[in-house]
Structure formats: C-alpha cells, structure tokens
T-cell receptor, first 113, second 118 residues
C-alpha cells in the first residue's frame, strides 16, 4: 500500500481566513513533505519533517505553518494568505533510508481570493 | 547544486507506438538516485520508475524502461505500446544519496507534457 491521502481536495479561502490542510499516511514512513506546485511547473519543496521534527524549511513565509502531530499525520496551517499563494499543495512521504522513494498524495487545490 | 534538464517541453505519440523522453542532469555526486514521475490531469504525482546510480543495469517497469548513461549524465524514459492513459506531464527527478538520518530532497526537471493520440 503506497497511499498518501490529503484533505480537502479543493479549498477556497479569503485573505483573512485561517484554514488547514491535512495529510495522512499509514505506510510507516518517518519523513513527510509539503510541496507547492504552480500550474505547468514542477513541485517546489516547502517543508520536510523527519521523525516528527522539522528538518527543512525552505524559507517559506510565516503565513504557512506546518505541524506534525504524529508519525502518520502532517498538517499545514494557513493564515493571511495572498492570492499568489493559490496553487496545488502536495504532500509526500518516504521512509528515511538512503534514497528512498517519495510517494505523493493527490494534492489540495487552493484558491485564495 | 544539482540541476535537471528536460529539453522537450511537449511531445506527442500515436497510441501503441513507442516514445522516448529525454532527461539530463548535472551533479558532482557519485551516489544518487534518479526517478521519473508522471502527473496526469488528475494531478496526482505517480512514481513511474527509479534508478540507483550504482547499478549499471537499466531499470524497467512493464512498458516503461530507462536508458541510464552515467558518464553522459543522461536518463531517458522509453514508453512502449503507448496508451491513452499515459497522457500526462512527466517529471525527471534527482536525489542525492548520503548517510544520516531523515529526509532527502528531490530536484525536479521542468517536465515534458506527453499527449497520446488515438
């Protein structure tokens, strides 16, 4: 089973709203990732959690706040977003051994009005 | 820093024919991993195939195979007997291999949009 699930599938929010994206995997993976993908572009890495600890933050604005409550769950809290933050947000997970494959979820399509 | 180049922004192929997607990369590393992911219009990123740089044998996965030329830093994907469901954006990706706990970063190419024509 290589399934990563993400909710919601679509999200529309205003610039003053607070919302959260959720990602879940039950493959025993201990590394989880958030990516941002604009149309016709490759994914851009935002955050990496390894063993529930934030190990990489690619200079993402503070209006994006990640959280890893346990080894199966990854959240991305959104607050005061800008229209340019509209994108597809992808979650991925991998077992943190050498060169292990990242498996992606279906993504959340976010629109900021 | 690693770079991945996909020189074909768009390609098309007739159903049942064979097509090859190109990927080159630049790295000073000796140990690394290479991947091809596909992203259909449904948008989920799906692993197609993976290659370990230390293996000389080219990876294959059913109708998908790669031509890995380490010296030339080339990693092309061949799709045989193309099917309509192969229509997607294809991304080539590079990952360093290094010891230590945790996570590993993927460097993606810009992608090749493949259309399979009935």
């Amino acid at each position: 089973d290589t399934e990563v699930t993400q909710t919601p599938k679509h999200l529309v929010m205003g610039m003053t709203n607070k919302k959260s994206l959720k990602c879940e995997q039950h493959m025993g993976h201990r590394a989880m990732y958030w990516y941002k993908q604009k149309a016709k572009k490759p994914p851009e890495l935002m955050f990496v959690y390894s063993y529930e600890k934030l190990s990489i933050n690619e200079s993402v604005p503070s209006r994006f706040s990640p959280e890893c409550p346990n080894s199966s769950l990854l959240n991305l809290h959104l607050h005061a977003l800008q229209p340019e933050d509209s994108a597809l947000y992808l979650c991925a997970s991998s077992h943190p051994s050498r060169g292990d494959t990242q498996y992606f979820g279906p993504g959340t399509r976010l629109t900021v009005l | 820093a690693q770079t991945v180049t996909q020189s074909q922004p768009e390609m098309s192929v007739q159903e049942a024919e064979t097509v090859t997607l190109s990927c080159t990369y630049d790295t000073s590393e000796n140990n690394y991993y290479l991947f091809w992911y596909k992203q259909p219009p449904s948008r989920q990123m799906i692993l197609v195939i993976r290659q370990e740089a230390y293996k000389q044998q080219n990876a294959t996965e059913n109708r998908f195979s790669v031509n890995f030329q380490k010296a030339a830093k080339s990693f092309s994907l061949k799709i045989s007997d193309s099917q309509l469901g192969d229509t997607a954006m294809y991304f080539c990706a590079f990952m360093r291999a290094y010891s230590g706990a945790g996570s590993y970063q993927l460097t993606f190419g810009k992608g090749t949009k493949l259309s399979v024509i009935p």
